[in-house]
């Protein structure tokens, strides 16, 4: 079985990630979503942002960062999140299946489903341990939005 593949948004503001929840979830995931089939995963991040958030990613400014993979939240399989960063114009707002957005500090890995844990953990720690505030050490379940 091939991997559920996605494109997302990394969006990081004064130690805040931009977050998304679905449908009432417990957990909040990256804005983004599912890559379809024959679709760059640059056009579909830029389409979900769209579609989840009202936001406009500049393309010019979309950049690959890192994937994240593992085990599909809530679905058999596994999920293989392909993490952009970009610019965008537009104040998100929820659309869509999306119900809230927010800013929420990297630290809070327990609200964040599992994909997000392993990204702070794996890749914004990283990024983080080269400044001085880096984040403390967690233990994350293995398994992804």
């Given at each position: 079985?091939?991997?559920?593949?996605?494109?997302?948004?990394?969006?990081?503001?004064?130690?805040?990630?931009?977050?998304?929840?679905?449908?009432?979830?417990?957990?909040?995931?990256?804005?983004?979503?599912?890559?379809?089939?024959?679709?760059?995963?640059?056009?579909?991040?830029?389409?979900?942002?769209?579609?989840?958030?009202?936001?406009?990613?500049?393309?010019?400014?979309?950049?690959?960062?890192?994937?994240?993979?593992?085990?599909?939240?809530?679905?058999?399989?596994?999920?293989?999140?392909?993490?952009?960063?970009?610019?965008?114009?537009?104040?998100?707002?929820?659309?869509?299946?999306?119900?809230?957005?927010?800013?929420?500090?990297?630290?809070?890995?327990?609200?964040f489903a599992p994909a997000?844990?392993?990204?702070?953990?794996?890749?914004?720690?990283?990024?983080?341990?080269?400044?001085?505030?880096?984040?403390?050490?967690?233990?994350?379940?293995?398994?992804?939005?």
């Open positions: 079985m091939k991997p559920i593949r996605c494109a997302c948004l990394v969006a990081v503001q004064d130690e805040k990630l931009l977050l998304v929840r679905v449908r009432g979830n417990m957990h909040w995931y990256l804005p983004g979503g599912k890559i379809e089939p024959e679709e760059q995963p640059e056009v579909a991040l830029q389409r979900e942002l769209l579609e989840e958030l009202g936001i406009h990613a500049d393309p010019t400014t979309v950049r690959y960062l890192y994937t994240v993979q593992g085990p599909a939240y809530g679905e058999p399989g596994e999920v293989e999140l392909l993490c952009f960063e970009a610019q965008w114009s537009g104040h998100p707002q929820p659309q869509g299946e999306v119900r809230e957005v927010e800013w929420i500090d990297v630290q809070e890995l327990i609200r997000v844990q392993i990204l702070c953990i794996d890749h914004l720690r990283n990024d983080q341990a080269s400044r001085t505030d880096a984040l403390p050490p967690q233990t994350v379940a293995a398994s992804c939005s």
